[in-house]
């Protein structure tokens, strides 16, 4: 490696340290899948749910709750909320 390489990579890696450079963006990977969810019938209820626009006012109650536990209960989407703060 010669000296220019040596120097473009310094610069390199102090970019990556300064606001608004790429090295300071976190990305977080959140799956919210009714695999998660612990309760077994609940489970099967919401895999055998039709996929369809034409969902009753209850079963698209229930499958926004069941999303909102599921975020609730994931370790990196917590994490994600966390670093918001």
Do not use: W
Request: net charge neutral; with cysteine; hydrophobic share 35%.
């Amino acid at each position: 490696m010669d000296r220019r390489d040596s120097e473009r990579k310094v610069r390199r890696r102090a970019n990556i340290h300064r606001a608004g450079a790429c090295g300071d963006i976190r990305f977080y990977f959140v799956q919210v899948k009714f695999d998660e969810l612990r309760d077994e019938a609940e489970r099967l209820y919401f895999k055998t749910l039709p996929t369809t626009f034409n969902l009753s006012d209850e079963e698209v109650d229930k499958i926004k709750d069941a999303a909102h536990r599921i975020l609730a209960e994931s370790e990196e989407f917590q994490r994600f909320l966390g670093d918001l703060k």
